[in-house]
């Protein structure tokens, strides 16, 4: 089966056009995943972060039907980069479009680090769900620490040391 046709867009910042509605298109998709499918609460889903985080919307082209998001930002005080809210609609999810929206993320966080003045290494922070491990390890994370309790499911803190110049 091919991979269908389609595209990855980063939301506009606060102020542009169409931020509100494609970011809603992000929440969809991880309600649809986070709530609908694996039963986590609404409340822990959307948060505060989401108004000053960088949305990425994976879509279907033509048809722009959303299919997967994640979302990336760097805390104020924070020395790394957090990698959060991936979700690909289940569907989907057999086309690898998991690693195309980190591999994206991780494409933004390059360029955001370098213009921040970063030079050698940046790191990025996710809580991955345990089935899921695998996953990030394949994309240079590693596990640090031990497993905890986030939102009632057990996850692990993974750290990728990602290099700015290639």
Avoid at 25 to 40: A, M, N, P, T
Avoid at 63 to 90: C, E, H, Q
């Amino acid at each position: 089966m091919s991979v269908p046709a389609h595209e990855i867009i980063i939301v506009p910042e606060n102020g542009q056009d169409g931020r509100i509605q494609l970011r809603q298109l992000c929440y969809d998709v991880r309600i649809d995943v986070f709530i609908s499918e694996q039963g986590f609460p609404l409340e822990a889903e959307i948060d505060d972060l989401d108004e000053t985080a960088t949305h990425f919307l994976l879509r279907l082209v033509p048809s722009l039907t959303p299919i997967g998001t994640i979302r990336g930002y760097k805390g104020k005080n924070a020395p790394y980069y957090k990698l959060n809210r991936l979700a690909v609609l289940k569907d989907y999810r057999n086309f690898r479009f998991g690693r195309a929206l980190v591999l994206a993320l991780h494409d933004w966080v390059r360029a955001d680090a370098l213009k921040r003045g970063e030079r050698d290494f940046v790191e990025i922070v996710c809580h991955s769900q345990i089935p899921v491990k695998g996953f990030y390890v394949r994309l240079g994370y590693e596990a640090q620490g031990e497993e905890f309790d986030e939102d009632g499911a057990p996850h692990q803190k993974m750290v990728a040391q990602l290099p700015l110049l290639q």
